[in-house]
């Protein structure tokens, strides 16, 4: 079982860029595959990037390639979300998600959820 927390959102400027946070407890981090999804106000949750386990597979949503980074340390029990280039589009609520070792992008197969953290872009 694992509790992420995540950390790091604000408001920048069209173009700026973020590093997300996510702490997450539980001496099993290493076996839970890591997401992270987005929520704007109206809107559904969507899926933004997941790793693997491992940290050897990462997918990302095709608006955010090239952009965003998703990225793993097990010795930490942390998985980061770099954000580069960012639009006022990704603003967001931004959530951390736990799923034991499958991969999905499906935000029902996740069993485990932060808090969340407010993004918000600038034009």
Sequence with gaps: QVQPVESGGGLVQAGDSLRLSCAASGRTF?????CWFRQAPGKEREFVAVISWSGGSTYYTDSVKGRFT???????????LRMNSLKPEDTAIYYCAARYLGTSYNPRAYDYWGQGTQVTVSS
């Design 30 to 34: 290493s076996s839970y595959t890591m």
């Design 70 to 80: 998703i990225s793993r340390d097990n010795a930490k029990n942390t998985v980061y």
